[in-house]
Nanobody
Framework: QVQLVESGGGLVQAGGSLRLSCAAS????????MGWYRQAPGKQRELVAA???????NVADSVKGRFTISRDSAKNTVYLQMNNLKPEDTAVYYC?????????WGQGTQVTVSS
């Protein structure tokens, strides 16, 4: 069982920045896929950004050019750098890490962007 702990969320004004971190309790070196998702009230959970073992990234159109996903295998941590935040980015952000046979989710961290 791998535990994922997200941190870095909070309240920020529009135009501001936050960096989310997702620390895994086990090595992410062999993880096939790591992603950040978000869920706003009354909406479905959606992919924000993902990164594969090979370093390939996929970023949602709504955040392209503003958000960047990265990983530090030595620290077993995945990051989401969020710049130029907008009120519509307000949501609970979840970390997802997938291995060959297992899929893990964090508990989520709240991001609130005020206008």
């Amino acid at each position: 069982q791998v535990q994922l702990v997200e941190s870095g969320g909070g309240l920020v004004q529009a135009g501001g920045s936050l960096r989310l971190s997702c620390a895994a309790s086990a090595s992410i070196f062999s993880a096939n896929y790591m992603g950040w998702y978000r869920q706003a009230p009354g909406k479905q959970r959606e992919l924000v950004a993902a990164i594969t073992t090979g370093g390939n990234t996929n970023v949602a159109d709504s955040v392209k050019g503003r958000f960047t996903i990265s990983r530090d295998s030595a620290k077993n941590t995945v990051y989401l750098q969020m710049n130029n935040l907008k009120p519509e980015d307000t949501a609970v952000y979840y970390c997802n890490v997938r291995y060959s046979l297992y899929n893990y989710w964090g508990q989520g961290t709240q991001v609130t962007v005020s206008s």
